[in-house]
C-alpha cells in the first residue's frame, strides 16, 4: 500500500515559512560580495618606484640570468641613447667616442658576440671605427638610436631555446613603448640646451611623444621623435722618445728641475719627436618611431612597429708633428696633417 500526502493549507503555510530565510540568505550574500568588489580599492605603484618594481620581478621570475631596465615614463629617460642605457646594467662595458657610448661588450665578450634584437627584429651591423678608418664588422652602433623610443630592456646572460641563436655575449631585447600598454594618453615635449665650453658650441635635444587610444581602449597609437646636435673637442699632446742612451754635447741640454744650461757631456734618454693634435667633431642625430596596436580581445595583439633613425658624423682631425736633430740620430723635420670626414648611418 503506497501512502498518499495531500498538500494541506498548513503544511503549505510551514514549508513557505522554512524556504523564506534560505532565500533571503542567498540574495543578502549575493549583494553583500557585490558591494564588496565594488569597494575594494586598487593601489598601482608608477613612476622610478614602478620602474624599479618591474625591474626586480623580471629578474626574480626568469630562469636565467636576467637584468632589466624598465623606463620611468615616456620620453623621461635621463640617457642619451641605447649604449648609455645599458651602461645601468652589470656586467656590460660600453665604449666610447666623443664622450658618448657606442657599442657594447658583456661579460668580456667583444662586441661582435652579442645578439641585439628591437621588439624582436635582429638589428644589422655596420661601420666600427672613426675618422675615416671604420670597418665592417658584426657589432651594433648603439648610438644611432635615441633613449627616448624605450619602454623595457632585457640583457639575457644565459642562452636558452626561446631565444634567437648567435650570442656569445648576450641577448639584447629591446622593447619600444605599446599604446594600450599606458594608463592614460601621453602628451610630452623636452627640451634640452647645453654648452659645451671646451668646443664653444650650443647643443640642443628636442624630443616629443603623442600617444592616443580610440575604439574602446581596443587600438592605440604613439608617435616619439627627437633630434639632437652635440659638438665635442679634444686637444692631444704626444710624442715619442728614442729607444737608446746617447751622449749629448756640453751646452746642449738644460737642466729640467733649474733651467739651468748643463755645462758637461751628459748621457740621457732624450725625445724624438713631439706632436700636437685638434680633433672637432659633430653629430647629429635624428629618430622617429611610430607604434600602433589593435587588441580587439584579451588574447589576441596585434602591433605594427616603424622606426627611423638617422645619425650624421662630422670629424675634423688636425695634426702638427716635428722632430728633433740628435747628435746620434741625424733627422730634423716638421708635417702638418688635416683630414676631414662625413660619416651618414641610416636605420
Do not use: C
Not at 646572460?157 to 601621453?186: C, F, M, Q, Y
Not at 627627437?226 to 686637444?235: A, G, K, L, P, V
Not at 682631425?317 to 722632430?323: K, Y
Amino acid at each position: 500500500m503506497t501512502p498518499k500526502f495531500r498538500l494541506t493549507v498548513i503544511s503549505a503555510a510551514i514549508a513557505s515559512t522554512l524556504l523564506a530565510p534560505t532565500v533571503n540568505a542567498q540574495n543578502s550574500t549575493k549583494e553583500e560580495k557585490q558591494t564588496n568588489e565594488k569597494d575594494i580599492e586598487i593601489i598601482e605603484v608608477t613612476g622610478f618606484k614602478g620602474s624599479l618594481r618591474k625591474a626586480i620581478n623580471s629578474k626574480r621570475f626568469s630562469d636565467g640570468i636576467v637584468d632589466s631596465i624598465h623606463a620611468e615614463d615616456v620620453g623621461k629617460s635621463t640617457d642619451q641613447n641605447i649604449a648609455d642605457a645599458l651602461s645601468r646594467v652589470t656586467g656590460v662595458t660600453v665604449q666610447e667616442e666623443d664622450g658618448e657610448g657606442t657599442r657594447i661588450s658583456v661579460r668580456g665578450a667583444g662586441a661582435a658576440l652579442n645578439q641585439i634584437s628591437l621588439n624582436g627584429v635582429a638589428i644589422t651591423s655596420g661601420l666600427n671605427g672613426s675618422d675615416g678608418t671604420g670597418s665592417s664588422d658584426q657589432s651594433v652602433d648603439l648610438s644611432s638610436f635615441s633613449s627616448d623610443i624605450l619602454a623595457s630592456i632585457d640583457v639575457v646572460k644565459t642562452p636558452s631555446a626561446d631565444h634567437d641563436e648567435g650570442s656569445l655575449g648576450a641577448n639584447v631585447i629591446l622593447r619600444t613603448v605599446k599604446p594600450l600598454n599606458l594608463s592614460k594618453d601621453r602628451r610630452s615635449v623636452e627640451v634640452q640646451g647645453r654648452y659645451n665650453g671646451y668646443s664653444d658650441e650650443f647643443d640642443r635635444k628636442l624630443s616629443a611623444s603623442v600617444s592616443h587610444k580610440m575604439l574602446d581602449n581596443s587600438v592605440g597609437l604613439i608617435l616619439t621623435i627627437s633630434d639632437e646636435t652635440q659638438n665635442t673637442r679634444r686637444d692631444q699632446l704626444g710624442g715619442r722618445w728614442d729607444d737608446e742612451i746617447g751622449l749629448i754635447e756640453a751646452g746642449r741640454a738644460r737642466d729640467a728641475k733649474t733651467g739651468e744650461v748643463i755645462e758637461s757631456d751628459t748621457w740621457a734618454l732624450a725625445r724624438t719627436n713631439s706632436n700636437m693634435s685638434l680633433n672637432l667633431n659633430e653629430r647629429n642625430r635624428r629618430t622617429a618611431n611610430l607604434g600602433l596596436q589593435y587588441r580587439p580581445y584579451d588574447s589576441t595583439d596585434i602591433q605594427l612597429d616603424v622606426s627611423h633613425t638617422q645619425q650624421e658624423i662630422k670629424t675634423d682631425w688636425m695634426n702638427i708633428s716635428a722632430r728633433g736633430d740628435m747628435p746620434w740620430r741625424q733627422y730634423n723635420s716638421s708635417e702638418l696633417r688635416h683630414r676631414s670626414s662625413r660619416r651618414l648611418v641610416d636605420r
